[in-house]
Each structure stands twice: as structure tokens, then as C-alpha cells.
């Protein structure tokens, strides 16, 4: 099957209605294959996904260049997606930063690696607390405007920042984990973004893999797996959260479907402003996620996932400590 588009805000922005998150190509979930990430890549065209979501964090910058590298002379057939915002010292992240200077150098750092003359659709990764939202969104418009970038989109900000930074230059897309298991953006940000005709891209539409029905326990992944951290695969959260995502895996097996199919179905019917954006290295689960555009769900299915999968049957925070304090609510 070859995939839908979908549009994500009212500025022009027409994307695939399933992106590639490549973020796992370069870090986070175990060993790199660039060959098998390029060949997904490749296969990502073909198949019509061809909005495809990178940062200069990932890696540090390895996954940009590696999008560079593999899509060279298929530019024009995707979309590009990329981030700037947060602080790298030494490869690692020390903190935010989205101060003008830093905004307009990591764009002209980002288009280099992504061997390109215009990035698509440029976020800002986390909201800096030290920089007025309004500062960022005129810097953008600035970088729009040189035609360097296209559009302007935010990652986990909050309603009110969301609202601040529309009214200096349009928002298209807001980037924030959504699904089946982590749904805190129901009550107050998407009402916003449907408001202001802003699109939904959730990231990590699978809960990190816990969705698929493929998962272990914390301790079982490497060291380099992100998933080592992760609350939700922990102890005892880990038991009760394998027992809520049951209710995923039986209704996938009555419609011969994968678990992870059935999570990206409920989420793209969501509604038509919605673009999950699954991440995988390897063709065959690229395959599998673009499949679930063809699935349906019935009423009383969505119900049942609805109730199996609230949010006080979740165990567990979504992130650390740590990383939570770095979302804007």
C-alpha cells in the first residue's frame, strides 16, 4: 500500500499520515546498522512515508548526517523534520538553549548535515525557561522568511506557550508523546491545537515498544538501550502495564493484526490532524506501521482500549525525574 497525506496546520504543511521517527537509526535503542537504516529509509519512499523526523541531538548529529547521506538525490521526495534547542557539551545534553544566535546556528549546522538548502519543518526541541517563547518564534519566522526553513513547530510546550508563540509567527505542528498508554495531552493541548489549527505529531506512538507486545524487562535491554530507564518497564510497573497492554494484544489477534498496528490505528483515528511518527530501523517494522493506516477499529473496540489503557491503569511516569523537568506543562 502506498500511504495518505495529511496536514498538519493551516500554513500548507502536507505530509505522509505515518512519519518515520529515525531517532533509533542512531542512538538510544541498541546497536546502529546503517545499512539496514538506509535501506529502511529507502524503502520508507517507496512506500509513501516520507515524512521523516530527525535532530542535532540524536546522535549528536550522526542521524541528520546519516539522512543527508542516504537521501542524497531523493530530497525532493521527503520532508524533512529537525530540531534545535537543547545544549550539547562534549556529546552530551547539558541543558536548553534557544537563544536567537543558537537558533539561527543550528539551522545552518542542520541544513550542512542534512545536505540540503531548506529544512521543512524546524521545532523547537524543549522550551527554554531563559528565552522569551515570542523571541523564538520571530527568530524562525526570520529563518522562514531567508527561505532556509519552511515551518515552525514546538516539541512538549505547554498550552499557554503554544498560544504565545502563534501569535508571533504561525505555529503548523506540535510534537509531544500521544498514545494508547500516554495521554496527557487530551485535556488541555489538543483542544488548544484544534483551536488554532495547529497538527499533532506524536512521537513514540508504541510507548516505546511496550505497545508492540515485544518488550522485557528494564534490566533485560543493553546498556545502551534507553529503555534501561524507562519507569513504565520497571518492577513492578513493568508487571501491571504488561497487564493493561493485554487488552492491545487480544484484540490483534481477533483481527489478525500485530499489537503495534492496532495502537497506531487507534491513534491515527484520533482525527485527521494527527501524524504518529513510529521509529524503527529495520524494513520489516517499517512494513508493519504503514499497514495500520489500512486498519479499522470497531466502536466498541475503541472502548475497550479506551478503559483497558486509562490512564490510572498505567503504572509508572513516562520519563525520569530528570527528564520530566524538562517538559513544559
Known amino acids: 500500500m502506498t500511504l495518505s497525506t495529511r ?8 505530509v505522509s499520515a505515518i512519519g518515520l521517527g529515525c531517532m533509533g537509526m542512531s542512538q538510544s535503542y541498541g546497536t546502529a546498522d546503517e545499512a539496514e537504516s538506509i535501506a529502511t529509509l529507502h524503502r520508507a519512499i517507496e512506500l509513501g512515508c516520507t515524512f521523516l523526523d530527525t535532530a542535532e541531538i540524536y546522535g549528536p548529529y550522526t542521524n541528520e548526517e546519516l539522512l543527508g547521506r542516504a537521501l542524497a538525490g531523493k530530497r525532493d521526495h521527503v ?3 529537525t530540531k534545535f534547542g537543547l545544549r550539547i557539551d562534549d556529546g ?4 536548553t538553549n534557544s537563544h536567537p544566535d543558537n537558533i539561527r546556528r543550528a539551522a545552518d549546522e542542520s541544513l550542512k548535515r542534512l545536505r540540503t538548502d531548506h529544512i521543512d519543518l524546524l521545532y523547537q526541541h524543549r522550551v527554554d525557561k531563559s528565552v522569551p517563547i515570542e523571541d523564538v518564534a520571530g527568530t524562525v ?9 519552511r515551518y515552525f513547530g514546538l516539541s512538549e510546550a505547554g498550552a499557554a506557550t503554544i498560544r504565545r508563540a502563534h501569535a508571533v509567527h504561525p505555529v503548523s505542528a506540535l510534537q509531544s508523546e500521544y498514545s494508547l498508554w500516554e495521554r496527557n495531552l487530551e485535556a488541555d493541548i489538543i483542544p488548544t491545537l484544534r483551536e488554532l489549527g495547529i497538527g499533532l505529531v506524536p512521537f513514540s506512538p508504541l510507548g516505546r515498544g511496550f505497545l508492540t507486545g515485544e518488550v522485557k524487562r528494564a534490566e533485560d535491554y543493553p546498556e545502551d538501550d534507553f529503555r534501561r530507564s524507562d519507569p513504565r518497564y ?19 489477534a481477533a483481527k489478525g493484526a500485530k499489537p503495534g498496528q492496532i495502537a497506531l490505528a487507534w491513534l491515527l483515528g484520533k482525527g485527521l490532524d494527527i501524524v504518529p511518527i513510529p521509529g524503527t530501523k529495520r524494513r520489516k517494522y517499517l512494513e508493519e506501521n504503514i499497514a495500520a493506516a489500512a486498519i479499522s477499529l470497531a466502536t466498541e473496540q ?28
Request: aromatic content about 4%; charged content about 25%.
Open 141 to 149: 519566522g526570520e529563518l522562514i522568511k531567508a527561505g532556509k526553513v
Open 234 to 252: 520497571q518492577g513492578e510497573n513493568y508487571d501491571a502495564n504488561v497487564e493493561a497492554a493485554n487488552a492491545v494484544r487480544e484484540i490483534a
Open 92 to 95: 552530551k545534553i547539558t541543558g
Open 302 to 329: 475503541i472502548a475497550l482500549l479506551n478503559e483497558a489503557l486509562a490512564p490510572e491503569n498505567i503504572s509508572g511516569q513516562r520519563y525520569n525525574e530528570r527528564v520530566m523537568a524538562t517538559i513544559d506543562r
Open 79 to 81: 520532508i524533512f523534520a
Open 7 to 14: 496536514k498538519l496546520g493551516t500554513q500548507g504543511l502536507e
